[in-house]
């Protein structure tokens, strides 16, 4: 149990175009979706916290004009990268919160390779 | 925020070889999580554990919360253990990552 996926798993786009990647919990309904940003040889940084029904909470220094995040579904939340640019690529990933009693354990889809030419 | 050092930043291991792997956590925390990033940049969940030891085949983990350290130990290792292993803490539902150890295992 406890899947979560992501589509694309890469991506390859102009500068200058959208990006939109889903993140779909596949067999748990999940309140509260996380989105990551990885560059190479590092951890991941926290971009946004994303609750079903409401806005995304970004976190400092990331561009939410840019970085759309939807969470229209228990099961689905959705990052656009609107206008990329080259230093946009990078490997994102999202997570989904598995609640159980008095636990809060994430679980993370498999990521998408972005790269903006 | 939290900060969270894991250490040693990269290690190598002969086949067979058992390693234990070290994340400190500079605040109290409600939980945390070690994590497996395996080549392909897929995170594998490994243990999620606020505290005491729990065990899952040639792994196991140990966290002291009131000394905010967490262990990873690794036993016989394998080639298919390489990879990022990541800890992650937990304050509300906020999680806090490692700086990582990057372990490549060679046969």
């Known amino acids: 149990g406890a899947v979560v996926s992501q589509h694309p798993s890469w991506v390859i786009c102009k500068s200058g175009t959208s990006v939109k990647i889903e993140c779909r919990s596949l067999d748990f309904q999940a309140t509260t979706m996380f989105w990551y940003r990885q560059f190479p040889k590092q951890s991941l940084m926290l971009m946004a916290t994303s609750n079903e029904g409401s806005k995304a909470t970004y976190e400092q220094g990331v561009e939410k004009d840019k970085f759309l995040i939807n969470h229209a579904s228990l099961t689905l939340s959705t990052l656009t990268v609107t206008s990329a640019h080259p230093e946009d690529s990078s490997f994102y990933i999202c997570?989904?919160?598995?609640?159980?009693?008095?636990?809060?354990?994430?679980?993370f889809g498999p990521g998408t390779r972005l790269t903006v030419t | 925020g939290i900060q969270v050092e894991q250490s040693p930043p990269d290690l190598i291991l002969q086949e067979g070889a058992n390693s234990t792997l070290r994340c400190n956590f500079s605040d109290s925390v409600n939980n945390l999580q070690w994590f497996h990033q395996n080549p392909w940049g897929q995170l594998i969940n490994l243990f999620y554990?606020?505290?005491g030891t729990k065990q899952n085949g040639r792994l196991s983990a140990t966290t002291v919360a009131t000394e905010r350290y967490s262990l990873l130990y690794i036993s016989s290792s394998q080639t298919t253990d390489s990879g990022v292993y990541f800890c992650?803490?937990?304050?509300?539902?906020?999680?806090?990552f490692g700086t990582g150890t990057s372990l490549t295992v060679i046969p």
């Open positions: 997570s989904a919160l598995g609640l159980a009693a008095y636990s809060y354990e994430q679980y």
């Open positions: 992650a803490v937990i304050t509300g539902n906020q999680f806090y």
């Open positions: 554990i606020p505290s």
